[in-house]
């Protein structure tokens, strides 16, 4: 197991497209955490799984953004009639209970 | 709720030391991590204070005050590949890392 992968690296959408990312985290981490980072800005958290549960959700996350892990395994993140704000790269993080969390590579999200 | 602060930006000489200071508010603070990020890469590990004290790893140390809300990233023998950001990140009741704006640290010869 070589880390926290994200896929794909890079996207480029329309506004108003969908589109979505996926996370596969360090095999046998029970925690998988997103989150959103634009230049300049710490990485912002958007939402937390314990397993399959997700367990917390940021306030600041609008209702076209939603994020699963079925199996508690892999996890999606879907962000739905993306609009020019959106544009950011997207960290996915796991850890072994609250131990350190591992960083995927993200996935950088240009929407024109 | 979560209050970090830390200075944007530090300069620093090849081979010297440097203090990255971080003072936090954080409801149901359980630790904090440091996490160095270069540019366009992901942020990597650097260390996690739970207790009091410092906790030194090779040429990065960090200290941490849970009374004063403060913790601090020391880093010596500087090279030029220690230019990056560093993140201050807290954790709160839910253990889930909350980080700060991060300081831009640039080490010129």
């Known amino acids: 197991d070589t880390g926290v992968s994200q896929n794909p690296r890079h996207k480029i959408t329309k506004r108003g497209q969908n589109v979505t990312f996926r996370c596969d985290p360090i095999s046998e981490h029970n925690r998988l955490y997103w989150y959103r980072q634009t230049l300049g800005q710490g990485p912002e958290f958007l939402t937390y799984f314990q397993n399959e549960a997700q367990l917390e959700k940021s306030r600041l996350l609008s209702d076209r953004f939603s994020a699963e892990r079925p199996k508690g395994s892999f996890s999606t993140l879907e962000i739905q009639r993306t609009e020019q704000g959106d544009s950011a790269m997207y960290l996915c993080?796991?850890?072994?209970?609250?131990?350190?969390?591992?960083f995927g590579q993200g996935t950088r999200l240009t929407v024109v | 709720g979560q209050n970090i602060d830390q200075p944007t930006e530090m300069t620093a000489t090849e081979g010297a030391i440097v203090q990255i200071n971080c003072t936090y508010q954080?409801?149901?603070?359980?630790?904090l991590f440091w996490y160095q990020q270069h540019a366009g890469e992901a942020p990597t590990f650097l260390s996690y204070?739970?207790?009091?004290g410092l906790e030194e790893k090779g040429r990065f140390s960090s200290f941490l005050s849970r009374s004063k809300g403060y913790s601090y990233l020391l880093l010596k023998e500087l090279q030029m590949k220690d230019s990056a950001s560093y993140l201050c990140?807290?954790?709160?009741?839910?253990?889930?890392?909350?980080f700060g704006r991060g300081t831009s640290l640039i080490v010129h010869p």
């Open positions: 990140a807290p954790s709160g009741g839910s253990y889930i890392p909350t």
């Open positions: 954080t409801s149901g603070f359980n630790g």
């Open positions: 993080a796991s850890s072994l209970d609250v131990t350190i969390a591992f």
């Open positions: 204070n739970v207790l009091d």
